[in-house]
């Protein structure tokens, strides 16, 4: 039996609003920018080491630990939704992020799909938190209560988390059997049963599972938004989206990566106008480095893909 999580519409609180007249809404992604595929990559040595340690310390491995666990990605198309903005500033923040999926070899679902990629424009990220934690538990999925309050009380202003799944590596489906949470309609929930799907991988390296990112949240405080295009924003949710990867003021990113566009800094015109060269080739090397195997071999082959684009800047990713 086939399974697939459902999410049609995530209804968040009140506390998202539409922004007609404020600066985001004021800056348009125009068709130069939002069309613009071809990114030049320049990249030293430097740049490589904190990428590396980026990697290494940042993101979260699902399963088993750094050594023996995985790294997570989406196993099925993307379908990005975009709320707390007006309809235009969506459609065009959703078109960007499709974008930068395809542009980083991730699959990208067709248009009038199941979203499973959420970005919210929100007054209060953490009120936000706190109300979807009571009124809608079953979001942070299989979540502990420590995770979930670290989110809770990060400080923003970017709230992110995934929802991820264990799949069978040789179809993508759910690797174990049992009751999983339906989201539909206008926020309903229930449960479906479905039977775990059996792999017959049989190496010393391989495994017959890996980890999927079933849904990816994120909750960004509109008040860190000023300054700000929907363009500037719509790259780093693609980035912050598609990597399962910690977010916070105190995260080390690599210089120029569209990770720092909400760090502290005093001159805001030297914050990253969009995707870095060395961000594109981070999202490709995760989405081409083998699936099924442990975390180290994960790394290890990320880093590799990494270092070959990187030591070719004259390279044009396209």
Not at 18 to 43: C, M, R, T, W, Y
Not at 134 to 143: A, D, E, N, V
Not at 260 to 267: G, K, R
Request: charged share 20%.
């Amino acid at each position: 039996m086939r399974f697939h999580i459902v999410l049609r519409s995530l209804v968040f609180s009140a506390s998202i609003i539409a922004l007609p007249n404020s600066e985001i809404a004021a800056k348009e992604i125009g068709e130069s920018n939002a069309q613009n595929e071809d990114i030049v990559v320049v990249g030293p040595e430097k740049q490589m080491a904190e990428f590396e340690k980026l990697i290494t310390n940042q993101f979260n491995v699902t399963g088993g630990g750094r050594h023996n666990g995985q790294y997570a990605r989406f196993a099925v198309p993307v379908c990005p939704s975009v709320s707390g903005l007006s309809d235009r500033q969506s459609r065009a923040i959703e078109k960007r992020i499709r974008q930068v999926a395809s542009m980083a070899d991730v699959p990208v679902a067709k248009e009038k799909c199941k979203p499973n990629l959420f970005l919210a424009v929100v007054k209060d990220g953490s009120s936000e938190i706190k109300t979807l934690r009571r009124k809608k538990s079953r979001l942070f999925g299989q979540m502990t209560h420590r995770e979930r309050d670290k989110i809770e009380q990060s400080g923003g202003p970017a709230y992110s988390w995934k929802a991820t799944a264990t799949l069978s590596s040789d179809s993508a489906q759910s690797a174990k059997s049992g009751s999983y949470t339906l989201v539909a309609g206008e926020g309903s929930i229930g449960a479906i049963t479905a039977g775990g799907q059996r792999s017959h991988v049989k190496s010393k390296i391989a495994r017959s599972t890996m980890e999927g990112i079933a849904y990816s949240y994120l909750l960004v405080d509109i008040e860190a938004l000023n300054g700000i295009s929907a363009a500037q924003l719509a790259d780093y949710a693609a980035m912050v989206s598609l990597i399962d990867i910690e977010v916070g003021m105190d995260t080390e990113v690599p210089t120029g990566s569209i990770l720092s566009l909400f760090s502290e800094i005093e001159d805001i015109s030297l914050r990253p106008q969009s995707l870095s060269g060395g961000d594109l080739l981070l999202l490709r090397a995760l989405y081409k480095a083998p699936a099924n195997v442990k975390a180290p071999l994960q790394r290890s082959a990320m880093i590799y893909s990494m270092s070959e684009g990187l030591n070719n800047p004259e390279r044009v990713i396209r």
